[in-house]
């Protein structure tokens, strides 16, 4: 038997072979997920000018330094000062004026008395705390100065950033392109959702939805090619189209099976065929290659489960270096067993489907009881794949374990 490439030789591969795409501009709403390929600078500075935290009264502080409730500071109140609002007010000796929170602090203030210490009444403001010099006054350019990286190239657009963008005034802004993805499943025996069963051999196809899912969330633009029959000629046809994408992907078709076509015609197309089988359990038979520059083969195994092991743990990576993304690999952490788990067959890595979840700040992980890879249960049962090394044959509860999150 063929040797088995290690995962981390397979993955050096698929990263050696991949790069971020070209760069394009879009509204910051289309921006959302994806990564910066540009830094980004403040327009002003932030905050714009010297104002209020609080709704309550700008004050001078050497007027207010020594109030308190028994004997608080009186105040000539001589005007108001409005968020969004201009006016020339200034703050002399023995005056306050009413603020709210946002405005601009008037000439003369330099500190800010929220109302709820404080009474009025016929045109005097009694300040019944003394307050620090500067208390709730926001300064001008403390957040951020104006021409400030306040974004960096690579970094992802979340809500966060689109909220800071729009308040640098920028509508638009330079991510790097979203790869278009084809999937494609392949067999005969595969039926199309809502088709029909015939024949009692047939089997409802999941992969190419899954897949295309997959793809969509992992931040790529998915292309629903459907079924392709075990048929050489069909197949190849629909093969041809792999110079339309940035990456292709099919399922099924890549193991010792006499039907299993995809290996040789992926030549025929021109993929420069880099690995075809991996020392990982599931997910053993995956085949990849190049077809141009930074262009992307991948042959997912037919078993479901298998299917999606080899998407998380090889095609998210490359979509997420083409999205621009810095960190490209799902979130790994250590956890505690739970449950005893043991295997027969140790030689190859395990991706065990599996449930982790929080005690404090212990995270606890317990094994899916079903882990064949045509159980798809297992996967939407679980929300991590449990690491099992090469050669361990078994893990006791108690003991600690590597997991993957999806
Ligand atoms: N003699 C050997 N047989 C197999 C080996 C091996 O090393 N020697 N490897 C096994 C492993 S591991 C896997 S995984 C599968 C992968 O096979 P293929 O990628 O060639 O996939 P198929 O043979 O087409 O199908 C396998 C299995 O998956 C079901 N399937 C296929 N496509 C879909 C789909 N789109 N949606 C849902 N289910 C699908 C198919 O019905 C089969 O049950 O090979 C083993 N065999
Ligand atoms: O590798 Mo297969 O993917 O074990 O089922």
């Known amino acids: 038997m063929a040797e088995l490439t290690p995962l981390e030789d397979a993955l050096r591969t698929v990263l050696e072979n991949v790069k971020p795409l070209d760069t394009e501009k879009v509204f910051i709403y289309d921006a959302l997920g994806r990564f910066l390929a540009r830094d980004i600078t403040s327009d002003t500075d932030k905050p714009l000018f010297n104002n209020s935290a609080m709704d309550g009264f700008a004050v001078r502080y050497e007027d207010i330094k020594e109030a308190s409730e028994e004997k608080p500071a009186q105040l000539k109140l001589v005007g108001e000062f409005a ?233 998210y990576p490359a979509i997420r270096t083409m999205l621009g993304a810095k960190e490209v690999f799902k979130k790994k952490l250590k956890a505690v067993l739970t449950k005893d788990f043991s295997r027969r067959d140790a030689s190859r890595r395990e991706f065990a489907r599996a449930k982790v979840w929080f005690e404090g700040e212990r995270a606890l992980c317990e094994p899916h009881p079903k882990q064949q890879s045509h159980m798809l249960t297992s996967l939407v049962e679980s929300n991590a794949y449990m690491i099992v090394p090469e050669d361990v044959k078994e893990i006791k509860n108690g003991e600690p374990v590597e997991v993957v999150l999806l």
Not at 96 to 123: C, L, R
Not at 201 to 211: A, G, K, L, T
Request: proline fraction near 5%; charge should be neutral; hydrophobic fraction near 40%.
């Open 83 to 315: 968020a969004g609002t201009g006016e020339n007010l200034k703050v002399g000796e023995g005056m306050a004026v009413k603020i709210f929170t946002g405005a601009p602090i008037p000439e003369g203030a330099d500190t800010v008395v929220p109302v709820e210490y404080t009474e009025t009444k016929n045109g005097v403001v009694y300040i019944k705390r003394a307050f620090k010099k500067g208390a709730n006054i926001r300064l001008k350019g403390e957040d951020v100065r104006e021409g400030e990286v306040i974004l960096r190239k690579g970094q992802e657009i979340r809500g966060y950033e689109v909220g800071m963008l729009a308040f640098v005034n920028r509508a638009v802004i330079e991510v790097y392109r979203r790869p278009q993805v084809a999937v494609l499943s392949t067999g005969d025996e595969l039926l199309e959702l809502g088709e029909p069963q015939s024949r009692a051999s047939q089997i409802r196809s999941s992969n190419h939805h899954m897949v295309y899912s997959l793809i969509e969330s992992a931040g790529g633009v998915p292309h629903q090619l459907g079924i392709a029959p075990d048929k050489p000629e069909e197949l190849l046809k629909v093969l041809k189209t792999c110079h339309r994408y940035d990456i292709f992907i099919t399922t099924g078709g890549v193991s010792m099976g006499e039907k299993d076509y995809v290996q040789y015609l992926v030549r025929e197309v021109g993929v420069d065929v880099k690995f075809h089988k991996l020392r990982i359990k599931p997910a053993k038979p995956v085949l990849f290659g190049t077809y141009g520059e930074n262009k992307l083969f991948f042959g997912l195994p037919g078993n479901p489960v298998s299917c999606a092991v080899a998407f998380d743990l090889l095609v």
